[in-house]
T-cell receptor
Framework: SQTIHQWPATLVQPVGSPLSLECTVE??????LYWYRQAAGRGLQLLFY??????ISSEVPQNLSASRPQDRQFILSSKKLLLSDSGFYLC???FGIGGHEQFFGPGTRLTVL | GESVGLHLPTLSVQEGDNSIINCAYS??????FIWYKQESGKGPQFIID?????DKRQGQRVTVLLNKTVKHLSLQIAATQPGDSAVYFC????????????FGKGTKLSVKP
């Protein structure tokens, strides 16, 4: 069976510090990978998606970047965090393109102070 | 802005009653719809999905109805239980090559014992 991991579960960082959140998927190959951000009491905003190693598409301009160094590894990064980067970050994967459900990880709660 | 929205941001029901959560979508080209359940502090979990060539799909205690004429989606939960308390999101996919989902803001369902 497939599993998705995210770490850390919670993170408190000062403004201006760097960020690295990691997501890994087990039990499948060539997944589509996604990073979402969820503000408190709000819906999910797609930040990045990837259909393969080294292939990253950004949905919204922002202070964040994403990388996919391996097939089942997806990393969300920032060089300098802003207060507005606080939120709940969710990684997800799907089997393929178009019409497939996405499976979500447990999320990372990021607080920027 | 988001093309998927919810009519009711909060819903309170009595245990044992049926719950109906509604969702409106604006993109007539959307061909796949999905409902997720998100408990506090956790990632969304798949509940049920439906493709645009169907009007109704049933799962265990849940039914999704799709009305393409008025671009409306609903989730029905039979015999609602306290464990059903969560935020429910609908999402649509309009058939883009990357298979991205657009999420609504969510409806919080509270079940009273």
């Amino acid at each position: 069976s497939q599993t998705i991991h995210q770490w850390p579960a919670t993170l408190v960082q000062p403004v201006g510090s760097p960020l690295s959140l990691e997501c890994t998927v087990e039990g499948t190959s060539n997944p589509n990978l996604y990073w979402y951000r969820q503000a408190a009491g709000r819906g999910l905003q797609l930040l990045f998606y990837s259909v393969g190693i080294g292939q990253i598409s950004s949905e919204v301009p922002q202070n964040l970047s994403a990388s996919r160094p391996q097939d089942r590894q997806f990393i969300l990064s920032s060089k300098k965090l802003l207060l507005s980067d606080s939120g709940f970050y969710l990684c997800a994967w799907s089997f393929g393109i178009g019409g497939h459900e996405q499976f979500f990880g447990p999320g990372t709660r990021l607080t920027v102070l | 802005g988001e093309s998927v929205g919810l009519h009711l941001p909060t819903l309170s029901v009595q245990e044992g009653d049926n719950s109906i959560i509604n969702c409106a979508y604006s993109n007539s080209a959307s061909d796949y719809f999905i409902w997720y359940k998100q408990e506090s502090g956790k990632g969304p979990q798949f509940i049920i999905d439906i493709r645009s060539n169907m009007d109704k799909r049933q799962g265990q205690r849940v039914t999704v109805l799709l009305n393409k004429t008025v671009k409306h989606l609903s989730l029905q939960i039979a015999a609602t239980q306290p464990g059903d308390s969560a935020v429910y999101f609908c999402a649509e996919n309009y058939g883009g090559s990357q298979g991205n989902l657009i999420f609504g803001k969510g409806t919080k369902l509270s079940v009273k014992p």
